[in-house]
Each structure stands twice: as C-alpha cells, then as structure tokens.
C-alpha cells in the first residue's frame, strides 16, 4: 500500500497544521524549532512528505504537541 498520498498522510498532516496554527507558529518558526528548512513544513502539512515514527515523535516533542492524539486520529480515521 502507498502511503504517500493516503488519506491517513493528508490527515496527518493537517492535524501537524491545525496544531501549529493552534499556537500561532508560522511554518517558518516551526523550521527554526526542528532546524529544518520552511518548505519541510509546508511538503509534511500538504502531505507530500511523510514522516517516519521517530521523526513524528520528534517533530511533536519539539513542538510540544501529544503525539498520542495524532497518532489516535489516525487510528480513528482507519476504523
């Protein structure tokens, strides 16, 4: 199965949005927490780059989001 452009993939990514503008973060700022450049922000958010495990739970850690609740969103989003 592809998960590039899955459903789950733009979900993801919309929720890493939604949190980010939750706490007024432009994509800029986010890539100056995790030390990577704005358009890795915008290619995760538009789910045209998927994120491993450990770089989602660091990307959550950095941005100091639950990443149970992302990860219980796809859960849900796959039942």
């Known amino acids: ?16 949005r939604s949190q980010r503008e939750a706490k007024g973060l ?7 927490l995790i030390g990577k450049p704005h358009s ?7 789910g045209q780059r998927r994120l ?3 770089e989602f739970v660091w990307y959550c850690q950095k941005l100091e989001l639950d990443a149970h609740a992302g990860l ?3 859960l849900e989003s796959n039942a």
């Open 1 to 16: 199965m592809k998960t590039l452009y899955s459903p789950q993939s733009y979900l993801l990514g919309a929720w890493l």
């Open 26 to 32: 432009t994509m800029r700022q986010v890539a100056g």
């Open 40 to 46: 890795f922000i915008a290619k995760i958010e538009e």
């Open 52 to 54: 491993d495990v450990v």
């Open 72 to 74: 219980d969103l796809l």
